[in-house]
């Protein structure tokens, strides 16, 4: 899979490095929306975040909760989850361009989200690890027209 390296317009605003920003860095790519307004729309969400158990709330810039970004995601107009494991399941859909959909996706894999456009990732690294990395799910762009049945 071709790689695009790219931190989603973080440098514009940030001179250091952020390495726990992969989901506000997907979301920005994926969405073409400006780094820095993802960014401050997560960190308002954080707010509502109850941490328990001497956690920290989460942040934009260092690492978001799945509830958060989830929260976000639904939030946000003309975009769709996609499963692609369940408990039980094992690994049916790698980050392989032949295994996903066309258009614009953000993937979910282990411990990581990043930005999908036409079989290309965009990210400031190489996820991929070889075609092997398993894909949890992913978003997609509802008005892209993506048969989501053709890859589950």
Partial sequence: MRVKITDGGRSKYFKAEAPGDCVTRAISIATERDYLDVYNDLNLLTKKERPRGGRKRS????????????????????WDWIPTMGIGTGCTVHLKEEELPGGRLICAVSKHWCAVIDGVVHDAFDPTREGTRCVYGYWYKIEEGIDTNEFL
């Fill in 59 to 78: 942040s934009a810039r260092t690492g978001l909760t799945k509830a958060t970004s989830k929260r976000y995601m639904n939030d946000l107009r003309g």
